[in-house]
């Protein structure tokens, strides 16, 4: 079983709409990381949401951690092709990383 | 200012070849970790160095693959006898300080290595 559940696995938009993908856990945690990934390169880290029930805004995109801390939601606003990629929802373990499996975004202009 | 170096991007090797996947963290990073991906699996972490010491190499295979982090020179990943189901990227992470987490600097990955095994 996957500890990081994220959805939609596949989503493919055109330029100017919204979208909301989903990271979801049966497990608390006390903090959660968003990281995109784009073709042929490796992660880049978008944020860290720590307290229950918090929003954090980047330019376009908003985050938001569950108030049970279990759960993250990324909405983005007026999707752009360049926020194509793989969208990864990702908790500490140990020494270790945990990575969903993503949700892969196409936006086409 | 440079990033996690990874070289070769791509290598290709015939079955029971060896791999060598070479890592160059960020200038001031101390800490390494190898994290493979699979299109099916993500991202699945491998082993966690520092200079000279394996800290955690839970996630990785017991038999033919092996990493070091010499005190001089880049982290190696070692793969002997590589086989199909070896055939994955396979990225480099570092930061300043161990135990990623929220209170400590984030991961930054390099842009992988993929290697195809034939």
């Known amino acids: 079983t996957q500890l990081l559940e994220q959805s939609p696995q596949f989503l493919s938009i055109q330029e100017g709409e919204n979208l909301t993908v989903y990271c979801n856990s049966s497990s608390v945690f006390s903090s959660l990381q968003w990281y995109r990934q784009e073709p042929g390169e490796g992660p880049v880290l978008l944020v860290t949401?720590?307290?229950?029930?918090e929003v954090k805004k980047l330019k376009r995109l908003t985050f938001q951690f569950g108030d049970a801390r279990k759960d993250s939601s990324l909405h983005i606003t007026a999707a752009q092709p360049g926020d194509t990629g793989l969208y990864l929802c990702v908790v500490s373990a140990g020494t270790a990383l945990i990575f969903g499996k993503g949700t892969t975004l196409s936006v086409s202009s | 200012n440079a990033g996690v170096m990874q070289n070769p991007r791509h290598l290709v090797r015939r079955r029971g070849q060896e791999a060598r996947l070479r890592c160059s963290p960020m200038k001031g990073h101390s800490h390494v970790y190898w994290y493979r991906q699979l299109p099916e699996e993500g991202l699945k972490f491998m082993v966690y160095l520092q200079k000279e010491n394996i800290i955690d190499e839970s996630g990785m295979p017991k038999e033919r693959f092996s990493a070091e982090f010499p005190k001089e020179g880049p982290s190696i990943l070692r793969i002997q006898q590589v086989v199909r189901g070896d055939s994955a990227a396979y990225f480099c992470?570092?930061?300043?300080?161990?135990?990623?987490?929220?209170?400590?600097?984030?991961?930054?990955f390099g842009n992988g290595t993929r290697l195809t095994v034939t």
């Open positions: 992470a570092s930061s300043p300080q161990g135990v990623p987490s929220v209170y400590n600097s984030p991961l930054h």
């Open positions: 949401v720590v307290t229950g029930g």
